[in-house]
Protein backbone atom coordinates (compact mmCIF):
# COMPACT_ATOMS: atom_id res chain seq x y z
CA UNK A 1 0.00 0.00 0.00
CA UNK A 2 1.13 3.44 -0.77
CA UNK A 3 -0.47 6.54 0.34
CA UNK A 4 -4.04 4.60 0.16
CA UNK A 5 -3.26 3.40 -3.22
CA UNK A 6 -3.02 -0.14 -3.95
CA UNK A 7 0.02 -1.19 -5.70
CA UNK A 8 -0.10 -3.28 -8.89
CA UNK A 9 1.45 -6.85 -8.79
CA UNK A 10 2.61 -8.75 -11.61
CA UNK A 11 -0.10 -11.40 -12.50
CA UNK A 12 1.60 -12.62 -15.86
CA UNK A 13 5.20 -12.63 -18.07
CA UNK A 14 4.67 -12.57 -21.85
CA UNK A 15 7.84 -13.38 -23.20
CA UNK A 16 8.44 -11.38 -26.60
CA UNK A 17 8.32 -14.29 -29.36
CA UNK A 18 10.18 -13.53 -32.44
CA UNK A 19 8.64 -13.56 -34.95
CA UNK A 20 8.40 -11.64 -38.67
CA UNK A 21 5.23 -9.61 -40.42
CA UNK A 22 4.93 -7.10 -43.08
CA UNK A 23 7.43 -8.75 -45.95
CA UNK A 24 9.93 -10.17 -43.86
CA UNK A 25 10.70 -7.48 -41.20
CA UNK A 26 11.98 -9.51 -38.23
CA UNK A 27 10.57 -8.36 -34.80
CA UNK A 28 9.68 -9.88 -31.55
CA UNK A 29 5.77 -10.07 -30.38
CA UNK A 30 4.38 -10.14 -26.34
CA UNK A 31 1.01 -9.04 -26.68
CA UNK A 32 -0.95 -10.65 -29.61
CA UNK A 33 0.99 -13.44 -29.91
CA UNK A 34 -2.64 -15.02 -29.84
CA UNK A 35 -5.83 -14.34 -28.45
CA UNK A 36 -5.04 -15.31 -25.42
CA UNK A 37 -1.96 -13.30 -25.28
CA UNK A 38 -4.40 -9.70 -25.33
CA UNK A 39 -5.21 -7.27 -22.48
CA UNK A 40 -8.29 -5.06 -23.17
CA UNK A 41 -7.89 -2.65 -25.11
CA UNK A 42 -4.37 -4.07 -26.49
CA UNK A 43 -4.55 -6.27 -29.22
CA UNK A 44 -0.75 -6.73 -29.98
CA UNK A 45 2.73 -5.03 -29.08
CA UNK A 46 5.73 -5.55 -31.63
CA UNK A 47 9.42 -5.11 -31.05
CA UNK A 48 11.66 -4.49 -33.58
CA UNK A 49 15.36 -3.95 -33.69
CA UNK A 50 18.50 -4.90 -36.02
CA UNK A 51 21.16 -3.35 -37.10
CA UNK A 52 21.23 -5.82 -40.19
CA UNK A 53 19.06 -3.72 -43.06
CA UNK A 54 18.10 -7.08 -44.55
CA UNK A 55 16.05 -7.51 -41.01
CA UNK A 56 13.51 -4.56 -41.81
CA UNK A 57 14.63 -3.36 -45.96
CA UNK A 58 11.47 -5.02 -47.22
CA UNK A 59 9.41 -3.06 -44.67
CA UNK A 60 5.32 -3.01 -44.98
CA UNK A 61 4.22 -2.51 -48.13
CA UNK A 62 0.47 -1.13 -49.23
CA UNK A 63 -1.91 -3.32 -47.01
CA UNK A 64 -5.52 -2.91 -45.34
CA UNK A 65 -6.75 -2.39 -41.52
CA UNK A 66 -10.45 -1.81 -40.11
CA UNK A 67 -11.63 -1.58 -36.85
CA UNK A 68 -8.50 -0.74 -34.76
CA UNK A 69 -5.61 1.67 -34.21
CA UNK A 70 -2.15 1.41 -35.00
CA UNK A 71 0.75 2.99 -33.07
CA UNK A 72 4.27 3.53 -34.08
CA UNK A 73 6.96 4.94 -31.79
CA UNK A 74 10.39 4.90 -33.54
CA UNK A 75 13.21 5.01 -31.66
CA UNK A 76 16.02 4.61 -34.26
CA UNK A 77 15.37 5.20 -37.94
CA UNK A 78 13.77 6.64 -40.73
CA UNK A 79 10.60 5.31 -42.34
CA UNK A 80 7.77 6.45 -44.76
CA UNK A 81 4.20 6.21 -44.23
CA UNK A 82 2.13 6.53 -47.23
CA UNK A 83 -1.87 5.66 -47.57
CA UNK A 84 -4.80 6.15 -49.40
CA UNK A 85 -6.00 9.39 -48.35
CA UNK A 86 -3.24 11.28 -49.40
CA UNK A 87 -0.82 10.83 -45.87
CA UNK A 88 2.64 11.43 -45.99
CA UNK A 89 4.75 10.97 -42.94
CA UNK A 90 8.76 10.96 -42.83
CA UNK A 91 8.81 8.75 -38.83
CA UNK A 92 11.90 9.60 -37.63
CA UNK A 93 13.78 8.73 -34.47
CA UNK A 94 11.53 9.69 -31.71
CA UNK A 95 8.56 10.40 -33.67
CA UNK A 96 5.14 8.69 -33.09
CA UNK A 97 2.36 7.90 -36.09
CA UNK A 98 -0.57 7.53 -34.54
CA UNK A 99 -3.11 6.33 -37.21
CA UNK A 100 -7.16 4.79 -36.55
CA UNK A 101 -7.95 2.71 -39.33
CA UNK A 102 -11.75 3.20 -38.65
CA UNK A 103 -13.98 1.66 -41.23
CA UNK A 104 -10.83 1.39 -43.60
CA UNK A 105 -7.44 2.58 -44.65
CA UNK A 106 -4.58 0.79 -46.92
CA UNK A 107 -1.07 2.02 -46.07
CA UNK A 108 2.65 1.48 -46.37
CA UNK A 109 5.26 1.93 -44.19
CA UNK A 110 8.88 1.54 -46.03
CA UNK A 111 12.29 1.79 -44.14
CA UNK A 112 14.22 4.93 -45.47
CA UNK A 113 17.73 3.96 -44.86
CA UNK A 114 20.09 0.89 -46.07
CA UNK A 115 22.04 0.96 -43.06
CA UNK A 116 22.43 1.63 -39.58
CA UNK A 117 19.83 0.48 -36.10
CA UNK A 118 16.16 0.37 -37.06
CA UNK A 119 14.54 0.28 -33.39
CA UNK A 120 11.12 0.92 -32.26
CA UNK A 121 7.59 -0.44 -31.41
CA UNK A 122 4.18 -1.19 -32.96
CA UNK A 123 1.23 -1.39 -30.74
CA UNK A 124 -2.40 -1.85 -32.00
CA UNK A 125 -5.56 -0.48 -29.65
CA UNK A 126 -8.73 -1.89 -30.18
CA UNK A 127 -11.68 0.35 -31.31
CA UNK A 128 -15.06 0.22 -29.09
CA UNK A 129 -18.04 -1.20 -31.69
CA UNK A 130 -19.18 2.68 -31.96
CA UNK A 131 -16.21 4.10 -33.81
CA UNK A 132 -14.90 0.98 -36.00
CA UNK A 133 -16.27 2.47 -38.73
CA UNK A 134 -15.77 5.77 -38.07
CA UNK A 135 -13.35 7.69 -40.92
CA UNK A 136 -9.92 6.89 -40.64
CA UNK A 137 -7.57 9.47 -39.45
CA UNK A 138 -3.83 9.88 -38.70
CA UNK A 139 -1.63 12.03 -37.13
CA UNK A 140 2.27 12.69 -37.01
CA UNK A 141 3.72 13.36 -33.75
CA UNK A 142 7.12 14.81 -33.96
CA UNK A 143 9.62 14.56 -31.29
CA UNK A 144 9.06 18.08 -30.25
CA UNK A 145 6.25 17.54 -29.32
CA UNK A 146 6.48 14.55 -27.05
CA UNK A 147 7.48 15.58 -23.09
CA UNK A 148 10.76 14.68 -21.85
CA UNK A 149 10.69 14.17 -18.15
CA UNK A 150 13.38 14.43 -15.83
CA UNK A 151 12.65 11.62 -12.74
CA UNK A 152 14.02 11.94 -9.40
CA UNK A 153 17.09 9.35 -9.16
CA UNK A 154 18.42 10.25 -12.59
CA UNK A 155 15.91 8.53 -14.93
CA UNK A 156 13.72 10.45 -17.16
CA UNK A 157 10.15 9.70 -19.07
CA UNK A 158 8.77 10.14 -22.14
CA UNK A 159 5.02 10.86 -21.83
CA UNK A 160 3.11 9.93 -25.52
CA UNK A 161 -0.18 9.54 -24.16
CA UNK A 162 -2.25 10.13 -21.46
CA UNK A 163 -0.54 12.31 -17.80
CA UNK A 164 2.39 11.19 -16.51
CA UNK A 165 1.89 12.04 -12.43
CA UNK A 166 5.00 11.38 -10.44
CA UNK A 167 7.66 13.01 -8.09
CA UNK A 168 5.04 15.95 -7.73
CA UNK A 169 4.77 16.43 -11.10
CA UNK A 170 1.59 16.46 -13.59
CA UNK A 171 2.71 16.16 -17.50
CA UNK A 172 0.19 15.77 -20.20
CA UNK A 173 0.87 13.86 -22.98
CA UNK A 174 0.03 14.84 -27.12
CA UNK A 175 -2.55 12.17 -27.48
CA UNK A 176 -5.69 12.52 -25.02
CA UNK A 177 -9.44 12.32 -25.24
CA UNK A 178 -9.40 9.03 -27.05
CA UNK A 179 -12.45 6.38 -26.04
CA UNK A 180 -9.91 3.83 -24.33
CA UNK A 181 -8.22 6.92 -22.28
CA UNK A 182 -4.45 5.22 -23.02
CA UNK A 183 -1.62 6.20 -20.91
CA UNK A 184 1.83 5.23 -23.15
CA UNK A 185 4.91 5.95 -21.35
CA UNK A 186 8.58 5.27 -21.95
CA UNK A 187 10.14 5.05 -19.03
CA UNK A 188 14.64 4.95 -18.63
CA UNK A 189 15.97 4.76 -14.78
CA UNK A 190 19.16 4.06 -13.92
CA UNK A 191 20.86 1.08 -11.95
CA UNK A 192 18.13 1.01 -8.93
CA UNK A 193 15.97 3.91 -9.47
CA UNK A 194 12.40 3.69 -8.62
CA UNK A 195 9.46 4.71 -9.96
CA UNK A 196 5.61 5.28 -9.08
CA UNK A 197 3.14 6.17 -11.36
CA UNK A 198 -0.84 6.05 -10.79
CA UNK A 199 -3.20 4.23 -12.81
CA UNK A 200 -7.41 4.32 -12.94
CA UNK A 201 -8.44 1.20 -11.06
CA UNK A 202 -10.97 0.62 -13.82
CA UNK A 203 -7.82 0.57 -16.52
CA UNK A 204 -5.64 -2.14 -17.65
CA UNK A 205 -2.72 -2.04 -17.28
CA UNK A 206 1.44 -3.58 -18.32
CA UNK A 207 4.90 -2.90 -18.50
CA UNK A 208 7.37 -3.66 -21.87
CA UNK A 209 10.48 -3.86 -21.06
CA UNK A 210 13.16 -3.62 -23.59
CA UNK A 211 16.62 -2.65 -22.02
CA UNK A 212 17.75 -4.27 -18.66
CA UNK A 213 15.25 -5.62 -16.00
CA UNK A 214 13.21 -4.34 -13.52
CA UNK A 215 11.28 -5.88 -10.52
CA UNK A 216 7.77 -5.00 -10.26
CA UNK A 217 5.11 -4.72 -7.39
CA UNK A 218 5.60 -3.73 -3.79
CA UNK A 219 8.83 -4.15 -1.96
CA UNK A 220 7.44 -7.02 -0.19
CA UNK A 221 5.83 -9.27 -3.54
CA UNK A 222 7.97 -7.52 -6.53
CA UNK A 223 8.98 -9.77 -9.03
CA UNK A 224 11.24 -9.59 -11.60
CA UNK A 225 10.89 -8.54 -15.55
CA UNK A 226 13.24 -9.39 -17.95
CA UNK A 227 14.96 -7.81 -21.22
CA UNK A 228 12.08 -8.85 -23.88
CA UNK A 229 8.86 -9.62 -21.51
CA UNK A 230 5.46 -7.64 -20.92
CA UNK A 231 4.14 -7.90 -17.45
CA UNK A 232 0.18 -7.87 -17.25
CA UNK A 233 -0.67 -5.94 -13.86
CA UNK A 234 -2.87 -7.09 -11.84
CA UNK A 235 -5.67 -4.54 -9.95
CA UNK A 236 -4.78 -1.56 -8.50
CA UNK A 237 -4.12 2.02 -8.98
CA UNK A 238 -0.46 2.57 -8.60
CA UNK A 239 1.91 1.24 -10.90
CA UNK A 240 6.14 0.66 -8.77
CA UNK A 241 8.87 -0.20 -10.99
CA UNK A 242 12.35 -0.44 -9.71
CA UNK A 243 15.32 -0.85 -12.29
CA UNK A 244 17.78 -3.92 -11.92
CA UNK A 245 21.83 -3.38 -11.64
CA UNK A 246 22.11 -2.77 -15.66
CA UNK A 247 19.23 -0.71 -15.48
CA UNK A 248 16.20 -0.20 -17.05
CA UNK A 249 13.94 1.22 -20.16
CA UNK A 250 10.46 -0.20 -20.78
CA UNK A 251 7.28 0.80 -21.56
CA UNK A 252 4.18 1.35 -19.15
CA UNK A 253 0.93 1.33 -21.18
CA UNK A 254 -2.83 1.38 -19.90
CA UNK A 255 -6.14 2.24 -21.19
CA UNK A 256 -10.11 1.25 -20.89
CA UNK A 257 -11.27 -2.00 -21.17
CA UNK A 258 -13.99 -2.02 -23.63
CA UNK A 259 -15.48 -5.34 -22.67
CA UNK A 260 -16.77 -5.87 -26.03
CA UNK A 261 -16.33 -9.60 -28.42
CA UNK A 262 -12.90 -9.73 -30.50
CA UNK A 263 -13.19 -11.04 -33.64
CA UNK A 264 -9.61 -10.52 -35.56
CA UNK A 265 -8.71 -11.56 -39.36
CA UNK A 266 -5.09 -10.73 -40.19
CA UNK A 267 -5.68 -6.79 -40.40
CA UNK A 268 -9.67 -6.63 -39.51
CA UNK A 269 -10.81 -6.28 -36.02
CA UNK A 270 -14.22 -6.08 -35.42
CA UNK A 271 -17.06 -7.67 -33.16
CA UNK A 272 -18.54 -10.21 -35.17
CA UNK A 273 -17.39 -12.71 -38.10
CA UNK A 274 -20.57 -11.50 -39.97
CA UNK A 275 -18.30 -7.81 -40.19
CA UNK A 276 -14.81 -9.18 -40.43
CA UNK A 277 -16.21 -11.08 -44.27
CA UNK A 278 -17.57 -7.82 -44.92
CA UNK A 279 -14.63 -6.43 -44.04
CA UNK A 280 -12.67 -8.64 -45.90
CA UNK A 281 -15.78 -8.02 -49.23
CA UNK A 282 -15.26 -4.55 -48.95
CA UNK A 283 -11.52 -5.04 -49.47
CA UNK A 284 -11.81 -7.14 -52.19
CA UNK A 285 -14.24 -4.79 -53.90
CA UNK A 286 -12.70 -1.37 -53.27
CA UNK A 287 -15.46 -0.16 -50.44
CA UNK A 288 -13.26 -0.36 -47.65
CA UNK A 289 -11.73 2.59 -48.55
CA UNK A 290 -14.75 4.35 -50.07
Known amino acids: MNSGKTTRELQRIIEAAATSDGA?????R?????PYARLDPFLMLDEFSSFDANDYIAGFPAHPHRGFETVTYLLDGHMLHEDHLGNRGDLKSGA???MSAGRGIIHSEMPQQEHGRMRGFQLWINLPAREKMKPASYRDIDPAEIPVVTLRGGGRAKVIAGTLETDGQSVAGPIQGLATEPLYLDVELPAGAAFKQPVAGSHNAFIYVFEGSATVGATAEARSLATHSAGVLAAGDLVEVRAGA???????????????PVVQHGPFVMNTR???EQA???????ELTR
Open 96 to 98: VQW
Open 280 to 286: IRDYQSG
Open 24 to 28: GVKLR
Open 30 to 34: SLGQS
Open 246 to 260: EGARFLLLAGKPLGE
Open 274 to 276: EEI
